[in-house]
């Protein structure tokens, strides 16, 4: 498989500080497993390549002054979230999916901000990559759909 040519993600977005708070990120980049994903019939016959990436806002880590991993995203945990949920989800979309990995990193490891990009790379022969990329914010998931 041809790998797809990536572009500057993680230096192309304006992060939200919310309450004037500057946001410390932490990031998985091009994490790639194999899931059943789709809308046709093709494509939940067999698991296929998805690549994601996550960056996830924490008002700046207790962990800058404090050298403990309990004080912010241990994104080892997070990478292992991924594998289970690629595993265990029953969706169709892209969109569908990439909420359920920002729920994920709102919900369990407290991030206040998520931007997710999931890629089928490949997916058409005269295509590169499609995919989806969402935004969230903690305060827009709590009654609100964002």
Sequence with gaps: MKAFRRNSFAESFIVPHGEGQALDIIFLEAFTGQTVIGINESELLLPQPVVIDIHAGVHRARACNTDEIADTIDYSLVRDRLRALLR??????????????????????????VRVKVVKPRRFEDVEAVGVMIEREARRLSGASG
Excluded: K
Excluded at 89 to 94: A, D, N
Excluded at 95 to 107: K, W
């Design 88 to 113: 265990g989800h029953r969706l169709q979309l892209l969109e569908a999916f990439a909420q359920a990995i920002a729920d994920l990193l709102i919900n369990e490891f407290g991030a206040v901000w």
